[in-house]
């Protein structure tokens, strides 16, 4: 289903993640994170019941993903990720609005993520989208970075 994003005239596609995406989710990953996920965890991902990931595709190519999982009435925003090249042009954005919106369609009633506390662009993303900040956890990544709990109700 193609996704528009009028304010900068942004198209792209979301799709479900295929296997053959897995290598090019794991470099952009590579190049986003101290501490990235690997191949194995992504591949892992596609096959939990519980989990759901999409990736963006923009210019014939992966812009992006979101990962998702659902657990009862509650949804927990695992992972979100933009190519470096196609960072500021909408894409997250069309990506956090499908999030929710299949999210809410999918009954969840509330939905939660950690994020960096150092990392105020994705802060921003999702302060945008209606997250409350309700928590940090100190030290919670490998490089001892604090996380910010936030959390939004459908």
Not at 130 to 140: A, L, N, P, Q, S
Request: net charge positive; proline share 2%.
């Amino acid at each position: 289903m193609p996704i528009v994003n009028r304010q900068k005239d942004t198209e792209i596609e979301i799709r479900r993640v295929r296997i053959d995406d897995i290598r090019t989710i794991a470099e952009i990953e590579k190049k986003s994170y101290p501490d990235p996920w690997s191949e194995n965890l992504f591949k892992r991902e596609m096959h939990l019941e519980f989990s759901n990931f999409f990736a963006a595709i923009k210019d014939h190519e992966i812009a992006g993903y979101i990962c998702f999982w659902k657990v009862s009435d509650e949804g927990h925003l695992t992972n979100i990720t933009v190519k470096e090249k196609f960072r500021r042009k909408g894409i997250g954005s069309g990506l956090m609005k499908y999030i929710i919106d299949i999210s809410y369609a999918m009954g969840i009633k509330k939905m939660f993520l950690d994020v960096r506390a150092i990392n105020y662009q994705a802060l921003s993303l999702y302060e945008k989208f209606g997250f409350k900040k309700i928590g940090v956890r100190k030290k919670y990544y490998s490089n001892s970075d604090d996380a910010v709990v936030m959390s939004k109700t459908l």
